[in-house]
């Protein structure tokens, strides 16, 4: 894999740690907390060499990332949210709580009281946590996709993955963070660690340029690699050098990681291994030492390192799948936090919304809503499933606490559907008072719940489970909810990719960000099957489809920002299909259609567009909103639009250009 680069000598492995996956680890004085497989592990480490287990704690969902400061440890959990853990007695970790990022939590940064979380596609969050045990979402800045960030003295500097960019924020408000620079990689962006005036990066996947996904482009798995970049002026970065890891691509496991530890810098790059890199001179880096990790069974590649911690003599790499490995490296130290001054959190400020919005603001955010004759059903997170009265004034009915976060809501009669995430799908029976009593749940081990549709005819339920599972369920016993089919595609279910209604009255449609959109067969009466009909391409995550009026196309927004129409049979890339768009307006987002008025939500950047389609050749833009937060699938109702609006809370106003 290296042979045409000097990779210095091999690093010994002095032991493993057989501990299943590993994802994260971090040293904290003698105590090093490994992440992976739902748990968390605190070791002595006081022989560096031969670290002993203390305790752990499990049901941390998909472990990513982790930060300890004090007491507490801070982990992210991709599509799991954040866990807050008390780790005051090593040998028995308590959950303090379980917060719910505004989407998949990936990178951890925390600086005083706020705790930073790259979002992945949506920025990085901004959480207030004085108080652990209850965490308060501050903010969000808008970096493009955030792998890992760090923070010194209320500025943010955050490794952007598909761009390829360094992107500093000053975050000194916590309330209101902006972008001040953006700064090229050469691959993608991860990991990063800052010493001094410079900021270290690791980067992997294909280099700037690359014209071809295929070994033939130079570009083509060439982004492996440490930049250096000269942060005195955090507004105008400057570069300072790069030192190149080898040409390798797999998709999948794409971390990378770096620490700095006097003159020696140690990079993690997947299934390239763990790298010890000589930085004396910070316009040469020059690799010293190298060790890739074993080769799991069954697979063809050496294990992807997660991340790793650095200690006196030894790197503690996280294997994916092989566990601990202490690996030697002499040249290496323990960490010596860099001086950091947090910044101050100032009061809440006045809720800053377009004009013309009411907002019902509830404990958790708001993911969905959808109506139950005349009161709303609110989606809301940590904060259960509310009921909320439309009218002149918002008003708060009634509050369900729920298993799991509350993702998504459905009705049917007199029942409500819920994606309760790890509560699975719960089914309530509506009663006086608008009280909420459960009648039945499913669950998927290991496989959170995280949006519900139902069948025009209520006696089915599709659901997106888990990272990619799409299943379909028999609900028509509401007592017994049952699983009947189930599907899994090559990428990720970021979010309500699931499209709302039927086409030909039979023919359900969720798409995968890789493999593309796939229909199944799911009428009434017959087997839930896949029909045969794939669209094989990459629509971005971001986007969606809805059923067009007819009742048998589907038209979906496009990642150009168009919108385009296609039915079981296309098979044509997007850039043949006929695109319909607007100057000026970015139509990328999730669709919903009542009559003759387009609502397209997109939570990736807080947008907003309604657009009349009467000539859907001809679409008119009628209103364009833009919110702090992340507005959702948007619900009509009697001449009002209800926006689901994350932490904004639950959002209506008249619909636009209705007379």
């Known amino acids: 894999m290296a042979d045409e680069l000097a990779m210095g000598r091999e690093l010994r492995a002095v032991r493993s740690l057989d501990l299943g996956r590993c994802m994260d680890a971090e040293l904290v004085g003698d105590l090093l907390y490994v992440i992976g497989g739902a748990k968390l592990h605190v070791f002595d480490a006081s022989t560096p060499a031969d670290p002993q287990r203390l305790g752990s704690i499990g049901g941390l969902g998909g472990t990513r990332q982790i930060a300890v400061r ?50 992945r596609t949506y920025g990085v969050e901004l ?126 496991m794409d971390m990378w990681d770096v620490a700095v530890r006097g003159d020696y810098a140690v990079v993690g790059d997947t299934h390239n291994g763990v790298f010890v890199v000589n930085i004396a001179d910070l316009t040469k880096p020059t690799i010293v030492g190298h060790r890739q990790l074993p080769i799991p069974k069954g697979k063809e590649h050496p294990d992807a390192v997660g991340g790793f911690a650095v200690g006196k003599g030894v790197v503690y790499v996280a294997g994916s799948r092989t566990g601990l490995q202490v690996v030697e490296a002499p040249e290496v130290q323990p960490d010596v936090r860099y001086p950091d001054t947090p910044p101050a959190i100032p009061p809440t400020p006045k809720p800053d919304l377009p004009a013309g919005f009411q907002t019902y603001r ?83 081990r290991n496989r959170p719940i995280r949006q519900v549709v139902l069948t025009p005819d209520g006696k089915r339920a599709l659901l997106a489970a888990g990272k990619s599972h799409f299943l379909v369920a028999d609900v028509s016993d509401v007592t017994k909810p049952e699983v009947i089919f189930r599907d899994k595609r090559h990428g990720l279910l970021y979010g309500y990719q699931v499209a709302p209604g039927l086409t030909e009255g039979r023919y359900a449609l969720c798409f995968w960000h890789v493999a ?57 890339p997007m850039d043949e299909l006929t695109q319909y768009g607007i100057k000026g307006a970015d139509l990328r987002g999730k669709p919903t259609i009542y009559g003759n008025r387009l609502y397209i939500a997109d939570r990736f950047f807080g947008r907003l567009v309604v657009v009349d389609i009467t000539d859907l050749a001809h679409p008119r833009l009628l209103a364009r909103y833009q919110f702090a937060a992340n507005p959702g699938l948007v619900v009509e109702h009697l001449g009002k639009m209800l926006v689901p609006g994350g932490y904004d809370g639950l959002l209506v106003a008249p619909v636009p250009g209705r007379r």
């Open 516 to 572: 593309g959109a796939f229909w199944y067969d799911v009428g009434a009466g017959e087997p839930a099957k896949w029909s045969g009909d794939s669209y094989p391409h990459r629509l971005g995550s971001m986007n969606g489809f809805v059923v067009l009026p007819d009742g048998k196309r589907m038209l979906c927004t496009t990642r150009k920002g168009t919108l385009a129409v296609i039915d079981r049979a296309e098979r044509r």
């Open 70 to 119: 004090g007491k507490i440890a801070y982990v992210t959990s991709r599509e799991d949210g954040l866990f807050i853990v008390d780790v005051a007695d090593p040998a028995k970790p308590e959950l303090l709580s379980h917060y719910d990022t505004i989407e998949l939590a990936t990178g951890i940064e925390v600086s005083g009281s706020v705790a930073y979380v790259a979002c």
């Open 362 to 444: 509830p404990a958790g955010q708001v993911w969905a809503v959808a109506m139950h004759g005349e009161v709303a059903r609110a989606a809301c997170g940590a904060g259960g499933i509310h009921t909320v009265a439309i009218d002149d004034e918002l008003k708060g009915l009634a509050m369900q606490p729920t298993t799991g976060f509350a993702l998504d809501v459905k009705t049917f009669g007199n029942y409500v559907y819920v994606a309760e995430s790890e509560g699975g799908l719960s089914i309530w029976e509506a009663g006086k008072d608008h009280a909420l009593r459960l009648v039945g749940r499913l669950k998927e």
């Open 127 to 252: 959480i207030d946590v004085r108080s652990p045990a209850k965490p308060r979402h501050l903010s969000t800045v808008r970096t493009g996709e955030a792998q890992s960030c760090v923070v010194r003295d209320g500025i943010l500097y955050v490794g952007v993955w598909h761009s390829r960019e360094l992107v500093i924020c000053d975050v000194r408000n916590p309330w209101q963070p902006t972008v001040m620079s953006r700064s090229p990689l050469d691959g993608y962006g991860d990991g990063l660690t800052l010493r001094g005036n410079y900021c270290y990066a690791a980067t992997g996947h294909h280099a700037r340029g690359m014209r071809k996904r295929d070994e033939s482009d130079p570009a083509y798995a060439t982004g492996h690699g440490l930049d250096i970049l000269d942060i005195s002026d955090p507004a105008k970065p400057t570069f300072v050098s790069r030192c190149k890891m080898p040409r390798f691509y797999s998709i999948g």
